[in-house]
């Protein structure tokens, strides 16, 4: 089974180009624009990672973290790694964000290094397999 | 450096350039060609051989000298100070990360009494200035370090535009970065109980190579360890170091330095080497 990841953001762009990188490192990857759609999609399949703007049009961080938990809780499946990728970079806003239960935290603008680097920090790849994904070197804003 | 390298060297050039007050690249390299500074050819090429490198770089590496080389430091001196070097330090990132592991929770508990001060050494360059300031782009704090490290031990730069991140004045406490000409040998950097030299080694020559692990263990207290890269071993015989068993990469100093010529030979009065063949093969 292949695995997979989700990825929530506002704009197409930011999706696209996370999920090239995201598929270099050997995912499946599923697009969602907002908070509620996102945990629709977690309700119906259980994705390894989650990869989310930290304000989705319609929900906040923590709130969906505090959600997806919820769903994750009610359906008996493991709980997915969450990972922030946000444009907010003050201390606060991190601290936040690790409180609410972010295994990682990605300030944007990113590149695969960053992505590929994040996602090893959070268990999700290991050292070859990020080799692999550098291939995929690109940047967003 | 193929052509395809043209863009790189451009780049960082540039930088350079900029920032040694010339108006273009042309005229940096007109003034390096006409007048011969040293100084700032050496920055020129230190622009150009600066080494990508990245937060918690050779993990594994890291995991043997916070697992194996402190803890036996620690139990074999039971406390005082510790010094560690980071040899070819480049733009930092190396010594920042032993410095925010040695700040971790675990390794304060295995330290003890023991203080662990480091000190970084390379080229004069601006990768060494950067080590200096201990400032690191957007991109560079998230490549290696994890969140909760870089909130604990960095502070963004609020100016106006910057992205860049900021050490904390703790976490440079005990951490020194000095320049100077890695192969000369004739500096004095003191004594240390641990000389970290990873990932370098396969650039060297095996004449450098050989150079440069002899004046590394010259540097080395007794029983002091020498960290390489995980994935690196010493091609040559060094008397003086022995091969840490299940540590791939770590060797240790031995306590007796071997002064005289090797065992069996005994000086016999004889200054050069004319007739030495005959003396041997009479003597046999």
Request: some cysteine.
């Amino acid at each position: 089974m292949s695995r997979r990841c989700l990825i929530i953001d506002q704009s197409s762009m930011v999706r696209r180009v996370a999920a090239r990188i995201i598929r270099e490192f050997g995912f499946e990857v599923i697009e969602a624009r907002t908070g509620q759609d996102g945990l629709d999609a977690c309700a119906g399949m259980s994705p390894e990672a989650v990869m989310l703007d930290w304000k989705t049009p319609d929900m906040g961080g923590a709130e969906f973290i505090a959600k997806l938990r919820e769903i994750m809780e009610r359906n008996g499946t493991p709980m997915p790694t969450v990972l922030f990728c946000t444009g907010e970079r003050s201390v606060e806003q991190i601290v936040l964000a690790l409180k609410a239960g972010a295994d990682e935290y990605i300030m944007k603008p990113f590149d695969s290094d960053i992505i590929g680097s994040k996602f090893a920090l959070a268990g999700l790849l290991d050292t070859a397999q990020m080799a692999r994904g550098e291939s995929a070197a690109c940047a967003a804003h | 450096m193929g052509s395809d390298h043209a863009f790189l060297v451009e780049t960082r050039l540039s930088t350079l350039a900029r920032k040694e007050g010339f108006d273009t690249l042309d005229a940096m390299v007109q003034e390096l060609f006409a007048s011969g500074k040293s100084r700032l050819a050496i920055q020129v090429v230190s622009a150009l051989v600066e080494r990508d490198t990245h937060f918690n770089r050779d993990t594994k590496s890291l995991d043997t000298l916070f697992n194996i080389a402190l803890p036996d430091l620690v139990e074999k001196r039971g406390g005082g100070r510790i010094d560690l070097l980071s040899y070819g330090c480049s733009s930092g990132q190396d010594i920042y990360s032993v410095a925010i592991r040695a700040r971790h929770s675990a390794t304060k508990t295995m330290m003890g009494k023991a203080a662990l001060h480091m000190t970084g050494v390379d080229y004069p360059s601006q990768a060494l200035e950067r080590a200096q300031a201990g400032r690191y782009t957007h991109f560079e704090v998230q490549r290696g370090l994890s969140t909760r490290d870089l909130i604990a031990n960095f502070t963004p730069d609020l100016a106006p535009g910057s992205t860049d991140w900021i050490a904390a004045a703790h976490l440079r406490e005990n951490v020194t970065f000095r320049d100077m000409h890695l192969m000369s040998g004739s500096e004095d950097i003191g004594e240390f109980h641990v000389v970290m030299f990873r990932g370098a080694i396969e650039h060297y020559t095996r004449t450098a190579r050989v150079r440069v692990i002899r004046s590394l263990t010259k540097i080395l207290r007794p029983y002091g360890y020498l960290i390489l890269g995980s994935g690196e071993t010493l091609q040559e015989q060094h008397s003086e170091l022995e091969a840490v068993p299940g540590a791939p990469g770590l060797y240790r100093r031995l306590k007796i330095e071997p002064v005289y010529e090797p065992v069996g030979k005994q000086p016999n009065g004889q200054t050069t080497f004319e007739g030495s063949k005959a003396r041997r093969t009479a003597g046999q």
